[in-house]
């Protein structure tokens, strides 16, 4: 049973994540995100449903559109995976509150599919635009406050947030912009009511070591120049993801490193 809705988890997550594709590719364009049919960018012809089958339609179609045969961007298939992949972790990590809890726990468990959802559309869209739209980041500040409230640490959580939206402000002012947008100290401020203390420590810690090793590896294989621009809306919300699932068991780590030593 528990194999079978690992399995359900996961479809669905593929799913979401091709929805996502759909807000990060039409978001400021003018379309309608849900009363527009998806079609091919080339040749604009509509896609049929066996073409919208998240990951398995591109394997089919070899990466290339049924109708012109123009290349499809790698993007839906690696988003639809990580859709589908952080959906099946975060069942493995909550399967006992869905299985066993109340009202309030079902409740909480969808706030944090949904949260999860939105941070990757929001990092997707910054990873492609350099930016974080208002809908994304107020979107994940409402659903983390909701999920804080239902956790009954509301209040404490509302100051790791806000530590944490000061800490990337402060970036953003000193710089005039240059080292860290001010969507960036937007979406921490989500992050750490979402997280609370101390595991916003640890997203923001990790966002940072991934982002240098991202940067140095791309550096040193050209792709990067020194004065490129490299959004960290992603890297932040990796470290967030990362956080969430692992961080407890990190600080457990290092606590008992120090007493260690």
Do not use: D, R
């Given at each position: 049973m528990d194999i079978f809705w690992s399995a359900v988890?996961?479809?669905f997550g593929l799913v979401v994540g091709s929805f996502i594709n759909v807000v990060v590719l039409r978001l400021n364009?003018?379309?309608s995100i849900i009363f527009t049919f998806s079609r091919c960018f080339s040749c604009s012809k509509r896609l049929g449903a066996g073409e919208l089958i998240p990951v398995l339609s591109f394997i089919i179609q070899r990466g290339r559109c049924r109708h012109c045969g123009s290349s499809i961007s790698f993007q839906y298939?690696?988003?639809e995976s990580l859709s589908g992949l952080l959906f099946f972790l975060i069942f493995l990590k909550l399967g006992y509150d869905i299985a066993g809890g109340g009202v309030f726990s079902i409740i909480s468990s969808a706030l944090v599919f949904l949260f999860f959802a939105v941070l990757l559309a929001a990092a997707v869209y910054d990873a492609r635009n350099k930016m974080l739209p208002d809908i994304f980041t107020a979107t994940l500040t409402a659903s983390a406050a909701v999920y804080s409230l239902l956790g009954g640490v509301f209040f404490y959580d509302m100051?790791?947030?806000l530590g944490a939206f000061l800490f990337f402000a402060l970036f953003w002012f000193v710089s005039g912009g240059k080292w860290m947008g001010f969507g960036d100290a937007k979406l921490a401020f989500g992050l750490g009511i979402f997280l609370?203390?101390?595991?916003?420590?640890v997203a923001v810690l990790l966002g940072f070591w991934i982002g240098a090793i991202w940067g140095i590896l791309f550096l040193l294989l050209g792709k990067y120049g020194r004065k490129t621009q490299i959004p960290f809306g992603?890297?932040?919300a990796t470290g967030a993801f990362l956080a969430f699932l692992l961080g407890k068991d990190m600080i457990a780590w290092y606590n008992h490193l120090i007493d260690f030593t």
């Open positions: 988890v996961f479809l364009t003018g379309e298939p690696v988003v100051l790791a947030g609370g203390w101390p595991l916003v420590i992603p890297f932040l």
